[in-house]
């Protein structure tokens, strides 16, 4: 199994680019690397996906190296409200192996002002 | 229009009692998903169920099973409450099965077991 592993916490100030690593030394050649974003008390949002190299959407970056080893979620000018538990997920839940699917332990990013 | 929603948000119950958390998806996907969120923060996957295909995460004692009446329905039902249950239960939706589909998650719901 593809286990992942986030720093616990990470702080940042607004405005700030900020870095987030989720290593995946296991990882799959069917794997994505997918990230999702958690506020309290709610379900985690989908923020970005991919599979290798780069991938950019409105409103991150994630980077993936040739080996496919690890992740970086960049999320570009962060401000008060991206404070929020960010978790890495790898796996391929294409048949039958969705309890493949792992989370990692989730980073808790602070934005201070 | 809420994409995925969860009934109750909380319950309350305790230890030995038997329990059911509804999910509902209007998104028209084909896989839904629970997962138990701890104390600590851990998203674990309990279940996937496909196309009437219901994949289990070998992990989780058969106490726990999903019902699903139709596509857009996977309900939860625990027999024999135990303390460790407590958690927040988390019902996500994708479009289908295949590698890597964008997940949508509920509102969540938190369960303590006394």
């Known amino acids: 199994l593809a286990k992942t592993t986030q720093p616990i916490s990470m702080d940042s100030y607004e405005g700030q680019e900020v870095n987030i690593t989720c290593s995946h030394n296991?990882?799959?050649?069917?794997?994505?690397i997918t990230w999702y974003q958690q506020f309290p008390s709610q379900g985690p949002r989908f923020i970005i996906q991919?599979?290798?190299t780069k991938v950019t959407n409105e409103v991150a970056s994630l980077f993936i190296p040739a080996d496919r080893k690890s992740s970086t979620l960049s999320l570009p000018r962060v401000s008060l409200s991206d404070t929020a538990v960010y978790y890495c997920?790898?796996?391929?839940?294409?048949?039958?192996?969705?309890?493949?699917?792992?989370f990692g332990t989730g980073t808790l990013l602070a934005v201070q002002p | 229009d809420t994409a995925v929603s969860q009934t109750p948000k909380y319950l309350v119950t305790q230890m030995g009692n038997d329990k059911s958390i509804k999910c509902e998806q209007n998104?028209?996907?084909?896989?839904m998903y629970w997962y138990k969120q701890d104390s600590k923060k851990f998203l674990k996957i309990m279940f996937s169920?496909?196309?009437?295909?219901?994949?289990i995460n070998e992990t989780v004692p058969n106490r726990f099973s999903p019902k699903s009446p139709d596509k857009a329905h996977l309900n939860l039902h625990i027999n024999s409450l135990e303390l460790g249950d407590s958690a927040v239960y988390f019902c996500?939706?994708?479009?289908?099965?295949?590698?890597?589909?964008?997940?949508?998650f509920g509102p969540g719901t938190r369960l303590t077991v006394t």
């Open positions: 996500a939706s994708s479009q289908d099965i295949a590698g890597g589909s964008e997940q949508y």
């Open positions: 296991n990882i799959a050649t069917n794997d994505y």
């Open positions: 991919g599979y290798k």
């Open positions: 997920l790898v796996g391929d839940n294409y048949g039958g192996a969705t309890n493949k699917l792992i």
């Open positions: 998104l028209g996907h084909d896989t």
């Open positions: 169920y496909n196309n009437k295909e219901l994949i």
